[in-house]
């Protein structure tokens, strides 16, 4: 967790109000995709995504010569991209070509052609680069931090990274992704346990080199990002987890249900795309040859990938360690936060957690703590639109906005426990959720309550330190103890506990003060 100064530190070299538009572009085999974002107070917004399907690898014959027709379906997106970017400047846009481009011999007319209608340079990138760049994109958006695997499926290549932190410390690319896969291993959409094994054998003999040193360096999380990776996780999350995650039975599972098919056209699986059904099945026997050769157990999506990296190099302000510190100095500055007050909620919630022993998963109490913390921090930023229903207007903010370092069901969670800060609510109002058990949630909602409720004078001098938290085992009575006078001293915060213990007596609960 970030020091309690930290916000405030950071937030004063910024300028705010100073915007900087900027877009990137990632000509890939499959599509063609282009972020359009805002640089402002020292975050990113993203204002448009555009994606075109331009299949630019199945242009590429077996002399690595790109057809006439592939050309003139790239050279089209970028002519709609171009209209998009009227008025940037060439520093403002960075346009990076992938495996499609490295391979093509006569990439030099597809720059030629392009540069009639697209008037921005385009920069086709090596295989390692594009890998360390892909890396950076999943760690600006990913809250996980240590030694991390990610893998990117594209429609010609495949990045594999393992880096620690910012820092990547292996990056190779392969000449292997679903577009090129589909052509070669499955001609006309034709579906068999042969062709499925020809192309999973064909993918392990272009990465098993790699697995010694990858497995010694070792990694504490693995994600993988881009097209195959995401359809995958999404059939996950419609038929077997709500989470997404990919583990290797579920892999197979998937794998069985595809070789049921015989064509790419009598695929019928809950959460696959119609879009990505052409280049599924050959995505998923790559990563099904990823998962056998680094021995993986599962693998979490990010939505991170080369044109997010791409964005963050336009801009050398974003090298912070902490992604969620920076999401946070980006909240703060946008809507005017009082960092003061932030703090003494963030102490008081600090200060109370640190006594909740009673986690129904403990193997995720770290991760609720930060989330307890980030709450207090972030519940007033809805107070820019109406200090009345702050609670409602912050949580549609938070559960609007992108926010870097949260993944989607810690995105939830803090929308819920800041909605529910103040103000009546019945238990039924919270969602279930797929990863937080439901007696966890409540305790951190009535943790966050609390710190807010010892600190509604908004004053320093009437914050305290000296609480004693006991729960009984039931989870239903919970006994506040202050220090001597305490509670004399500050009748406000008096009578504002006397009505949340009033209020909890509806949810069947106990709040006891002295």
Aim: one cysteine or more.
């Amino acid at each position: 967790m970030h020091n309690d100064k930290q916000l405030a530190q950071l937030v004063e070299p910024h300028h705010r109000g100073e915007a900087r538009e900027i877009a990137a572009i990632d000509l890939g085999s499959n599509s063609f995709h282009m972020i359009v974002a805002r640089i402002i107070n020292g975050s990113i917004q993203v204002l448009s995504r555009l994606k075109q399907k331009v299949r630019l690898a199945d242009g590429l014959d077996e002399h690595n010569v790109l057809s006439q027709e592939a050309i003139e379906r790239g050279v089209n997106c970028l002519a709609l991209f171009a209209e998009r970017l009227q008025g940037f400047a060439p520093e403002d846009v960075n346009v990076v070509g992938t495996y499609t481009l490295r391979r093509a011999v006569n990439n030099d007319e597809f720059l030629r052609q392009a540069a009639t209608v697209f008037p921005y340079p385009i920069n086709i990138i090596s295989g390692q680069t594009e890998a360390k760049t892909i890396y950076a994109g999943v760690c600006h958006t990913q809250p996980e931090s240590g030694r991390k695997l990610v893998i990117d499926i594209g429609g010609g290549s495949t990045e594999m990274i393992i880096g620690d932190d910012f820092t990547p410390l292996v990056a190779e690319s392969r000449h292997m992704g679903c577009v090129s896969f589909a052509k070669k291993f499955f001609p006309n959409g034709q579906i068999s346990k042969e062709n499925f094994e020809q192309a999973r054998q064909s993918a392990v003999n272009k990465i098993e080199d790699l697995s010694w040193e990858y497995r010694k360096l070792g990694w504490q999380s693995v994600l993988g990002s881009s097209g195959t990776i995401k359809t995958v996780y999404q059939v996950i999350t419609a038929t077997l987890d709500p989470n997404g995650i990919i583990t290797a039975e579920r892999l197979q599972n998937l794998i069985e249900q595809t070789l049921q098919a015989s064509h790419f056209e009598e695929l019928n699986i809950a959460g696959l795309n119609p879009d990505r059904i052409d280049v599924f099945v050959p995505g998923l026997a790559i990563l099904s040859a990823v998962f056998d050769v680094f021995g993986l157990e599962n693998m979490r999506y990010s939505d991170g990938a080369l044109r997010e990296g791409v964005i963050y190099s336009l801009e050398k302000n974003f090298q912070v360690s902490d992604i969620r510190t920076r999401t946070a100095l980006g909240l703060a500055e946008q809507f005017n936060l009082d960092l003061a007050q932030a703090d003494r909620v963030a102490n008081s919630a600090k200060t109370l957690i640190g006594q909740y022993t009673h986690w129904q998963k403990p193997h995720l109490a770290d991760e609720m703590k930060n989330l307890l913390i980030w709450a207090a921090r972030l519940l007033e930023v809805g107070i820019v639109i109406n200090h009345r229903n702050v609670q409602k207007h912050s949580a549609y903010i938070l559960q609007n906005m992108e926010l870097p370092g949260f993944d989607r069901e810690q995105q939830r969670l803090l929308v819920n426990l800041v909605r529910y800060h103040t103000g009546a609510f019945k238990k039924n109002d919270l969602p279930i959720f797929a990863r937080y058990a439901d007696e966890d949630v409540l305790a951190l909602l009535l943790l966050l309550r609390i710190s807010v409720i010892l600190n509604k004078s908004r004053q320093a001098t009437d914050s305290t330190d000296k609480i004693n938290l006991r729960i009984d085992r039931s989870l239903q009575t919970w006994e506040l103890t202050f220090e001597k006078h305490y509670l004399d001293n500050n009748p406000l915060v008096w009578n504002e506990l006397r009505l949340e213990s009033n209020l909890l007596k509806d949810l069947e609960l106990s709040l006891i003060f002295n």
